[in-house]
């Protein structure tokens, strides 16, 4: 993390005829971080990465790697790997042909070419497989080859589209800690475009949460979580409950609402999370319009003067029936404050 | 029991249509007699011997195998590239250049062949073979066209994106990871366009000039001036060399995967 900006966008803008995909970005990435562009669908997250990779040309704005100015450098000279959703393997090669690809346009032959090509499938676990096509391998298998073939470049940046999305659950464990254990090894600069909060959280230094083709906050995985800065990435993260605050009162669907405590100053709007939300006690009361069982807790869908409320309890704890009414309380405490409410 | 006999009589009657016209052709090249006849008249191999002895048929079978070759060849040149602008770029008019690029196979051959006649060779007084050769291109560019698309629409398009990053130019991506993905395809267009050129006879019938004819022009001269069973057996090796080559695509490259 020397260089504090070795990766930066500066005002980065992307439109296709009308539509603005990416608007004035500003971003800044030091060396060795492994960052999370996270977003929904349409938020320009995919756009900005294969802007960095130089797939797509910025209407405005520049890209600076590493001291240099590659907006106008070409996609094959920037040094910059990235690894497909699809793989995007070639189906024609064979796996050490595959990894071997790039370094042969560099001019490796023979015996250079064919260790780096071995420690590359080495590293990935795959060495026994290097004669195979990719058709012959597993999803998880292919994915490793991709990885291998970008990470044999030794690229100043390793750009990872929705790397986990396609992978079931133990493969994704599995796959994470492959990442994470070939970010410390290289030392080498990470950005992986996900939807999945969960992915993000799980394996992200820093996570850039994007929204409308700009950012809306950037921050560590706990402070996403623990301090969203805005609705929108509140609701992105689980919060469930979430009100605007003006005056000092809750926004609620039956008009302005007091609560006890003093809000933080500044604060637009208040979200707890179901847990946060305190049942058996407290000014308020709703009745209960669902339950779901989900392992160690329960959760409850509460109809209440303030509109839904979605609360938890823990499982062990004897259930409420539907129709019974609860009284619970939003802790001004224990809520995040959001300082924008957009 | 019923509805599997009807089925069997169908299905026999059937290939009785499709391959009987060939049985006859096949009898009848090998005929004793010396004219073209079914049931033949006693069996010699003397017609299949003849038909290497006409220097017409030699001549004009070169010039056929000539046109059939290099025509295939020229529209798989302009094909292949027609074909992939159209699968990975959103071209103006894309659909109206598909069919425009698509018409000789619609527009009746006699039709082409004619307008070919009256306005490009007559007035721009274009050698025969030229002629030939240009409007045999036309001919078998659809085909190509249409074959190498369908190989493209399968061939995911990131893999050029991904040898791009690997160092690749746009151009040697093409070479590197797209052309060796739709070699299947390629070959699969020159054969159905070999076969195409090679079998076409409206339109070679009008540019077909004096001593300057392909094949099937030439063999529907010699029937009107010789009714003798070379022809048959003319027919019945070109046949055979048609399945022949349709046998080993199928063998190497799954040709019915492409067509």
């Known amino acids: 993390m020397s260089d504090p900006a070795y990766l930066s966008l500066e005002q980065l803008t992307l439109a296709y005829g009308d539509t603005v995909a990416v608007d004035r970005l500003d971003l800044s990435i030091a060396q060795g971080e492994l960052i999370a562009l996270l977003g929904p669908s349409g938020c320009g997250k995919t756009t900005t990465m294969r802007a960095i990779a130089g797939l797509l040309s910025p209407s405005s704005g520049r890209i600076r790697l590493d001291g240099r100015d590659i907006t106008r450098v070409g996609a094959n000279k920037r040094a910059v790997g990235l690894v497909f959703q699809s793989y995007a393997l070639f189906p024609h090669l064979t796996v050490f042909e595959n990894v071997a690809f790039g370094l042969r346009l560099k001019g490796l032959r023979g015996q250079d070419l064919e260790s780096r090509v071995r420690s590359g499938l080495e590293s990935v676990g795959l060495s026994s497989f290097s004669g195979r096509k990719p058709a012959e391998l597993s999803?998880?298998?292919?994915?490793?080859?991709?990885?291998?073939?970008?990470?044999?470049?030794?690229?100043?940046?390793?750009?990872?589209?929705?790397?986990?999305?396609?992978?079931d659950a133990r493969l994704r464990l599995e796959m994470r800690t492959e990442l994470q254990r070939v970010q410390k090894e290289t030392g080498v600069t990470m950005i992986f475009v996900t939807h999945d909060q969960g992915e993000a959280l799980a394996l992200a230094d820093r996570i850039v949460v994007m929204l409308n083709g700009g950012v809306e906050q950037i921050g560590t995985p706990?402070?996403?979580?623990?301090?969203?800065?805005?609705?929108?990435?509140?609701?992105?993260?689980?919060?469930?409950?979430i009100f605007r605050l003006d005056d000092g009162k809750l926004i609620?669907?039956?008009?302005?609402?007091?609560?006890?405590?003093?809000?933080?100053?500044?604060?637009?709007?208040?979200?707890?999370?179901?847990?946060?939300?305190?049942?058996?006690?407290?000014?308020?009361?709703?009745?209960?319009?669902?339950?779901?069982?989900?392992?160690?807790?329960r959760e409850y869908l509460l109809d209440t003067p303030l509109g839904p409320i979605k609360a938890e309890a823990d499982a062990g704890l004897p259930v409420h029936d539907l129709g019974a009414r609860l009284r619970f309380a939003l802790p001004v405490e224990r809520a995040a404050p959001l300082a924008r409410f957009g | 029991m019923t509805s599997s006999l009807t089925r069997s009589v169908v299905l026999a009657l059937l290939l009785l249509f499709l391959v009987g016209p060939f049985i006859v052709i096949i009898a009848?090249?090998?005929?004793?007699?010396?004219?073209?006849?079914?049931?033949?008249?006693?069996?010699?191999?003397?017609?299949?011997?003849?038909?290497?002895?006409?220097?017409?048929?030699r001549s004009s079978f070169a010039l056929s195998m000539f046109l059939a070759v290099f025509a295939t060849f020229a529209a798989l040149v302009l094909g292949i590239p027609a074909s992939y602008a159209l699968a990975r770029y959103r071209i103006p008019f894309g659909e109206t250049v598909r069919t425009v690029v698509s018409s000789p196979i619609i527009v009746p051959g006699i039709i082409v062949g004619l307008a070919l006649l009256r306005y490009l060779v007559v007035p721009f007084r274009i050698d025969v073979i030229l002629a030939l050769f240009l409007a045999h291109t036309a001919?078998?560019?659809?085909?190509?066209?249409?074959?190498?698309?369908?190989?493209?629409?399968?061939?995911?398009?990131?893999?050029?994106?991904?040898a791009v990053l690997l160092g690749s130019s746009r151009l040697g991506a093409f070479f590197r990871v797209v052309m060796p993905n739709i070699r299947g395809g390629i070959l699969a267009a020159f054969i159905l366009g070999f076969v195409t050129s090679f079998n076409q006879?409206?339109?070679?019938?009008?540019?077909?000039?004096?001593?300057?004819?392909?094949?099937?022009?030439?063999?529907?001269?010699?029937?009107?001036?010789?009714?003798?069973?070379?022809?048959?057996?003319l027919s019945s090796l070109l046949a055979f060399m048609s399945i022949g080559i349709v046998f080993l695509a199928e063998r190497f490259i799954g040709f019915s995967r492409y067509v």
């Open chain 1, 139 to 167: 999803g998880g298998q292919q994915q490793r080859v991709a990885l291998a073939r970008s990470m044999v470049m030794e690229p100043k940046v390793l750009l990872l589209d929705e790397p986990l999305s396609n992978l």
């Open chain 1, 222 to 241: 706990e402070e996403i979580y623990n301090q969203p800065g805005s609705r929108f990435v509140a609701d992105f993260v689980g919060f469930e409950n």
């Open chain 1, 252 to 297: 609620t669907e039956a008009g302005p609402i007091a609560i006890e405590g003093t809000p933080p100053d500044g604060a637009t709007g208040l979200a707890w999370r179901p847990a946060m939300v305190e049942l058996d006690r407290g000014p308020f009361e709703g009745s209960v319009r669902g339950v779901s069982f989900a392992g160690g807790t």
């Open chain 2, 28 to 57: 009848a090249s090998f005929s004793g007699g010396d004219t073209l006849a079914f049931p033949p008249q006693g069996f010699s191999l003397q017609w299949v011997v003849k038909v290497f002895m006409v220097q017409s048929f």
């Open chain 2, 139 to 162: 001919l078998v560019l659809p085909y190509a066209v249409r074959v190498v698309s369908a190989s493209l629409d399968n061939l995911r398009s990131d893999i050029e994106e991904a």
């Open chain 2, 201 to 233: 006879v409206p339109v070679s019938l009008f540019l077909s000039g004096p001593g300057v004819q392909t094949l099937p022009i030439d063999m529907l001269g010699y029937m009107e001036r010789t009714y003798d069973p070379s022809v048959a057996a």
